[in-house]
């Protein structure tokens, strides 16, 4: 069974139109994450939210907007997508991520914005 | 930024132990060394962590420096799925929640 799946794998759009991806958890964590990795290779996180309440929010342009339904559940809405937004997006869930648990991540999303 | 330094690269033979060094000399008293790794295409993979003691399971094996300036992670023996990028991470707190800060790690190549 895989423990954090995110779907779509691939997602190729064009530049101004409005996606989302989802991610979900089947481990019962309390913490769920998103990260983006560029064309360089560098990983860097976006957002947290433990118990579907807002923890991180990194310097992330205001046309990310991540919704989580459930503690099981994390989705990413990006709005107006611009070319620069092509990038691997991982999603990752920890026990409690207050408490320095280990991540876990998600298969990830390969987004090319044409 | 990345509070940690690894060499870019290093080659290893199937079967020997792979040694991966990294340096955090400015690490606080009480922030952990992490290790994950990315095999290619694949979400990032945690591996081990430590404080000051040595850490193992029964991926790897953490070796921490006592004045804790740098560390060693050791895959006893290599084999080929082992080929990745290894991230040396130390733990950052932020409004409570921990966030990883990746470097740019070390890519290591397990050859036959």
């Known amino acids: 069974d895989t423990a954090v799946s995110q779907t779509p794998k691939y997602l190729v759009t064009q530049m101004g139109n409005d996606k989302s991806i989802k991610c979900e958890q089947n481990l019962g964590h309390d913490t769920m994450y998103w990260y983006k990795q560029d064309s360089k290779k560098f990983l860097k996180i976006m957002f947290s939210?433990?118990?579907?309440?807002?923890?991180i929010n990194e310097t992330v342009p205001n046309r990310f907007s991540p919704k989580s339904p459930d503690k099981a559940h994390l989705n990413l809405h990006i709005n107006s997508l611009e070319l620069g937004d092509s990038a691997v997006y991982f999603c990752a869930s920890s026990q409690d991520g207050r408490k320095g648990y280990e991540q876990y991540f998600g298969p990830g999303t390969r987004l090319t914005v044409t | 930024d990345a509070k940690t330094t690894q060499p870019p690269s290093m080659d290893c033979a199937e079967g020997r132990a792979a040694n991966l060094p990294c340096n955090h000399s400015?690490?606080?008293?009480?922030?952990?060394v992490y290790w994950y790794r990315q095999i290619h295409s694949q979400g990032p993979q945690y591996i081990i962590h430590?404080?000051?003691n040595n850490e193992t399971n029964e991926m790897a094996s953490l070796i921490i420096t006592e004045d804790r300036k740098s560390s060693t992670l050791i895959l006893p023996h290599a084999t080929l799925r082992d080929t990745a990028v290894y991230y040396c991470?130390?733990?950052?707190?932020?409004?409570?929640?921990?966030?990883?800060?990746f470097g740019t790690g070390t890519r290591l190549q397990v050859f036959p």
């Open positions: 991470i130390v733990r950052a707190k932020l409004y409570n929640t921990d966030k990883l800060i």
């Open positions: 430590g404080l000051k």
């Open positions: 939210y433990n118990n579907k309440e807002l923890i």
């Open positions: 400015t690490i606080s008293g009480n922030e952990y």
